[in-house]
C-alpha cells in the first residue's frame, strides 16, 4: 500500500490534493480491514477425496447456502450473528459418516480465514462430479480467490441461467453441444429454438471430464446464446438424433427437428442439416406427423455389413437407418427393430404380432413399422396377447427382481467391460424421475433384463440422462442429465443447480457394480427368434 501511495503522488504538488489522496487512500484501507473475511466448508467425497457439488446445509433460521462444483461453500464471517452455528446437511445420495444427536447436521465457529473440512459418504455409485451448464458453477470458489477446475475459466458463457436436455457429437475436430429450452439472465423469456457450444476433445493424459467443460457459446451480438435451429412457425424447437457422417469426402452433420406446441404435441418435424458458414441448423427436408419412424433420442453410430447404421432411441436403440444422406432425409428407410408385422401400424384392440409357426414373437428390423413402445408392452401383458418374459426389454432390479420403468437414456459400447451399457432414467422410482440405472448386454438390441441404479436424487427430477463415450476412460464412464424441480413435487428449486445439466462418474470396478449379464441367467425368458441384422 505504501508503494501505491508513493506512485500516486508522484506529481501532485498541490499540498491540497496530496492531503486529499492520502485521506481516500487510508480511508479505503481502513474500510477493507474491517470487511468480514469468508469461513468456508469443504464437502468432500470420502472415497476419492474429491469436492462434492450441490451439498445443501441450513441453519436454524432457514439460511441456506448450497456448495459449487468444488464442494465449497464460502460465508462471510458474522453473516449469522452468532459464534456457534449447527447446519443441517443434505445431499443427493450422500450422507454424514457421523449424526450429530441423531440429526445430519454439523456444528462450526465461522472464524475468516478458517476452513472445515467435512467429508461425506457416497450412497450412490456414481459420482457427481460438478455442474456443466448454468452460472456461478465456482462461485464460491472465486469468492475466496481459488482458480476454477482446469479447462473452466470460472466466467458466465452465452449468458445461460439454465438448459434443458443435451445431444452432443463429435464434428470437425471439435465436440459440438446442443441443448433445448435455455433461461437466458436478461429476461423472463429464454431461447426456444436450440442452443449451441464447442469444447476440446480429451488429449493424451488429459481427461477433461474429470475437472470441468469448457463450453464456447454460439452467441448473438449482444453475447447471450443464440438459436441453431430457427425453423419457422409457433412453438419451440427441440432436436434430437445428432448425425455426423462422411459423404464425397466431406463431414456433415444432420439431425432430426420438432416444433412442439407442449410436451405432447407436434407441430413440424424433419430433418435439418448443419450449415458451417451460417452456423445454424437449415430445414432440409419436412416429414409427415403421422410417420411412424424417426431419429428420436440419443444416437449411436455402428458398423454392420461393411456399411455404417445410425442407431436411435428413447431408452433403447430400437430405430435406424443407412448413414447415407439419401436415406436420412427419406422416412421410408427408417427401420424399427419391433415384433409387429412388417409395414404395420399398432392398434389397441388388435395388435398385429407377428409370430412364427411355432408360436415364437419374431422380433426383427422392419422399414415403415411402428414401434412397440413401453407403454404397448404394458398393454400387451395386460390384455394377455404376449407373456412379461417375452418382452424383450424388460428391465428388472437385479438386487430384489423388482420391474423398472424406465425413462430415456443412452447405450454406448464399453471396452472396460467388453459389453454394450445403459445408462437410463426411471419413472415411478424413489422420485418420479430422480432414478439412474445401469444394464448391460452382449447386443445394443438386448436383451436387456438386470440393472443396478446407481443415482438417486430424494424429490427432485434427473432427467433425459446422456453418456459420454469420447469421454470413457478406462473404468471410468461419464453420465449426465438435467436436474430439475419439473414434476417433482418439490416447491423448493436449488439455486444455480435448477433446470441444469449436472456431471457424474461411474467407477466400472466399484464392488458394488457386478456384471450384470452374470444376473440375466435369473430372469426367465420364453424363447425369442430375432433378426438383429
Same mark, same amino acid.
Given at each position: 500500500?505504501? %508503494?501505491?501511495?508513493?506512485?500516486?503522488?508522484?506529481?501532485?504538488? =498541490? /499540498?491540497?490534493?496530496?492531503?486529499?489522496?492520502i485521506?481516500?487512500?487510508?480511508?479505503?484501507?481502513?474500510?477493507?480491514?474491517?470487511?468480514?473475511?469468508?469461513?468456508?466448508?469443504?464437502?468432500?467425497?470420502?472415497?476419492?477425496? $474429491?469436492?462434492?457439488?450441490?451439498?445443501?446445509?441450513?441453519?436454524?433460521?432457514?439460511?441456506?447456502?448450497?456448495?459449487?462444483?468444488?464442494?465449497?461453500?464460502?460465508?462471510?464471517?458474522?453473516?449469522?450473528?452468532?459464534?456457534?452455528?449447527?447446519?443441517?446437511?443434505?445431499?443427493?445420495?450422500?450422507?454424514?459418516?457421523?449424526?450429530?444427536?441423531?440429526?445430519?447436521?454439523?456444528?462450526? %465457529?465461522?472464524?475468516?480465514?478458517?476452513i472445515?473440512?467435512?467429508?461425506?459418504?457416497?450412497?450412490?455409485?456414481?459420482?457427481?462430479?460438478?455442474?456443466?451448464?448454468?452460472?456461478?458453477?465456482?462461485?464460491?470458489?472465486?469468492?475466496?480467490?481459488?482458480?476454477?477446475?482446469?479447462?473452466?475459466?470460472?466466467?458466465?458463457?452465452?449468458?445461460?441461467?439454465?438448459?434443458?436436455?443435451?445431444?452432443?457429437?463429435?464434428?470437425?475436430?471439435?465436440?459440438?453441444?446442443?441443448?433445448?429450452?435455455? $433461461?437466458?439472465?436478461?429476461?423472463?423469456?429464454?431461447?426456444?429454438?436450440?442452443?449451441?457450444?464447442?469444447?476440446?476433445?480429451?488429449?493424451?493424459?488429459?481427461?477433461?471430464?474429470?475437472d470441468? #467443460?469448457?463450453?464456447?457459446?454460439?452467441?448473438?451480438?449482444?453475447?447471450?446464446?443464440?438459436?441453431?435451429?430457427?425453423?419457422?412457425?409457433?412453438?419451440?424447437?427441440?432436436?434430437?438424433?445428432?448425425?455426423?457422417?462422411?459423404?464425397?469426402?466431406?463431414?456433415?452433420?444432420? /439431425?432430426?427437428y420438432?416444433?412442439?406446441?407442449?410436451?405432447?404435441?407436434?407441430?413440424?418435424?424433419? #430433418?435439418?442439416?448443419?450449415?458451417?458458414?451460417?452456423?445454424i441448423?437449415? !430445414?432440409?427436408?419436412e416429414?409427415?406427423?403421422?410417420?411412424?419412424?424417426?431419429?428420436?433420442?440419443?444416437?449411436?453410430?455402428?458398423?454392420?455389413?461393411?456399411?455404417?447404421?445410425?442407431?436411435?432411441?428413447?431408452?433403447?436403440?430400437?430405430?435406424?437407418?443407412?448413414?447415407? %444422406?439419401?436415406?436420412i432425409?427419406d422416412? !421410408?428407410?427408417?427401420?424399427?427393430?419391433?415384433?409387429? %408385422?412388417?409395414?404395420?401400424?399398432?392398434?389397441?384392440?388388435?395388435?398385429?404380432?407377428?409370430?412364427?409357426?411355432?408360436?415364437q414373437?419374431?422380433?426383427?428390423?422392419?422399414?415403415?413399422?411402428?414401434?412397440? /413402445?413401453?407403454?404397448?408392452?404394458?398393454?400387451? #401383458?395386460?390384455?394377455?396377447?404376449?407373456?412379461?418374459?417375452?418382452?424383450?426389454?424388460?428391465?428388472?432390479?437385479? !438386487?430384489?427382481?423388482?420391474?423398472?420403468?424406465?425413462?430415456?437414456?443412452?447405450?454406448?459400447?464399453?471396452? =472396460?467391460?467388453?459389453?454394450?451399457?445403459?445408462?437410463?432414467?426411471?419413472?415411478?422410482?424413489?422420485?418420479?424421475?430422480?432414478?439412474?440405472?445401469?444394464?448391460?448386454?452382449?447386443?445394443?438390441?438386448?436383451?436387456?433384463?438386470?440393472?443396478?441404479?446407481?443415482?438417486?436424487?430424494?424429490?427432485?427430477?434427473?432427467?433425459?440422462? !446422456?453418456?459420454?463415450?469420447?469421454?470413457?476412460?478406462?473404468?471410468?464412464?461419464?453420465?449426465?442429465?438435467?436436474?430439475?424441480?419439473?414434476?417433482?413435487?418439490?416447491?423448493?428449486?436449488?439455486?444455480r443447480?435448477?433446470?441444469?445439466? #449436472?456431471?457424474?462418474?461411474?467407477?466400472?470396478?466399484?464392488?458394488?457394480?457386478?456384471?450384470?449379464?452374470?444376473?440375466?441367467?435369473?430372469?426367465?425368458?420364453?424363447?425369442?427368434?430375432?433378426?438383429?441384422?
Amino acid at each position: 500500500m505504501a %508503494k501505491f501511495i508513493h506512485l500516486a503522488m508522484i506529481g501532485l504538488k =498541490h /499540498t491540497v490534493f496530496r492531503l486529499v489522496l492520502i485521506w481516500l487512500i487510508l480511508l479505503l484501507t481502513a474500510c477493507a480491514s474491517f470487511q468480514p473475511g469468508y469461513f468456508k466448508i469443504y464437502f468432500i467425497d470420502d472415497q476419492t477425496g $474429491r469436492g462434492i457439488p450441490l451439498v445443501e446445509i441450513k441453519s436454524t433460521n432457514s439460511v441456506s447456502y448450497v456448495s459449487d462444483s468444488a464442494g465449497l461453500i464460502a460465508m462471510r464471517a458474522g453473516d449469522l450473528d452468532a459464534e456457534s452455528l449447527y447446519f443441517s446437511v443434505y445431499s443427493h445420495g450422500y450422507e454424514l459418516q457421523e449424526e450429530l444427536s441423531g440429526f445430519q447436521g454439523i456444528r462450526v %465457529k465461522p472464524t475468516a480465514g478458517e476452513i472445515e473440512v467435512v467429508p461425506l459418504r457416497r450412497i450412490n455409485i456414481a459420482e457427481r462430479l460438478y455442474r456443466v451448464t448454468g452460472e456461478g458453477i465456482y462461485h464460491d470458489s472465486r469468492l475466496v480467490g481459488l482458480a476454477p477446475a482446469l479447462g473452466h475459466s470460472g466466467e458466465l458463457s452465452g449468458g445461460v441461467f439454465g438448459q434443458d436436455s443435451v445431444v452432443n457429437a463429435i464434428y470437425k475436430g471439435q465436440l459440438y453441444w446442443f441443448w433445448g429450452d435455455t $433461461r437466458r439472465a436478461d429476461g423472463p423469456l429464454g431461447n426456444f429454438e436450440v442452443s449451441g457450444a464447442v469444447s476440446r476433445l480429451p488429449q493424451a493424459g488429459n481427461n477433461i471430464a474429470d475437472d470441468s #467443460i469448457q463450453l464456447t457459446y454460439f452467441v448473438d451480438s449482444d453475447g447471450n446464446a443464440r438459436g441453431m435451429c430457427p425453423i419457422e412457425g409457433a412453438g419451440p424447437v427441440w432436436i434430437s438424433g445428432l448425425m455426423v457422417f462422411e459423404e464425397d469426402g466431406q463431414e456433415q452433420m444432420f /439431425t432430426y427437428y420438432s416444433r412442439v406446441e407442449n410436451v405432447e404435441t407436434k407441430l413440424e418435424q424433419g #430433418i435439418a442439416v448443419w450449415n458451417d458458414e451460417r452456423e445454424i441448423f437449415e !430445414k432440409r427436408v419436412e416429414f409427415p406427423l403421422n410417420t411412424p419412424l424417426y431419429p428420436r433420442g440419443q444416437t449411436l453410430k455402428i458398423r454392420h455389413a461393411d456399411q455404417d447404421w445410425f442407431y436411435f432411441g428413447r431408452t433403447f436403440p430400437d430405430v435406424r437407418v443407412r448413414a447415407a %444422406k439419401e436415406h436420412i432425409l427419406d422416412s !421410408k428407410r427408417y427401420e424399427a427393430f419391433t415384433c409387429l %408385422k412388417a409395414g404395420s401400424r399398432w392398434r389397441d384392440d388388435t395388435p398385429p404380432l407377428e409370430r412364427n409357426q411355432r408360436g415364437q414373437l419374431v422380433c426383427s428390423w422392419k422399414a415403415d413399422t411402428d414401434l412397440i /413402445t413401453e407403454k404397448r408392452w404394458r398393454t400387451l #401383458i395386460e390384455k394377455g396377447l404376449v407373456k412379461p418374459e417375452e418382452q424383450r426389454w424388460r428391465l428388472v432390479d437385479s !438386487k430384489t427382481g423388482d420391474q423398472i420403468t424406465p425413462h430415456n437414456g443412452s447405450v454406448a459400447w464399453n471396452q =472396460h467391460r467388453n459389453r454394450w451399457i445403459l445408462i437410463f432414467g426411471q419413472l415411478f422410482g424413489r422420485s418420479l424421475l430422480g432414478e439412474v440405472w445401469y444394464a448391460e448386454a452382449l447386443s445394443p438390441v438386448g436383451p436387456w433384463s438386470a440393472a443396478r441404479k446407481i443415482v438417486t436424487h430424494n424429490s427432485y427430477s434427473f432427467y433425459n440422462v !446422456k453418456q459420454h463415450p469420447y469421454f470413457a476412460n478406462g473404468r471410468y464412464l461419464y453420465f449426465e442429465g438435467t436436474y430439475s424441480s419439473w414434476l417433482s413435487g418439490n416447491n423448493e428449486s436449488t439455486p444455480r443447480y435448477d433446470y441444469n445439466q #449436472i456431471m457424474y462418474r461411474l467407477d466400472l470396478n466399484d464392488p458394488r457394480l457386478p456384471r450384470l449379464l452374470q444376473s440375466n441367467s435369473q430372469v426367465e425368458r420364453a424363447p425369442l427368434v430375432t433378426e438383429e441384422g
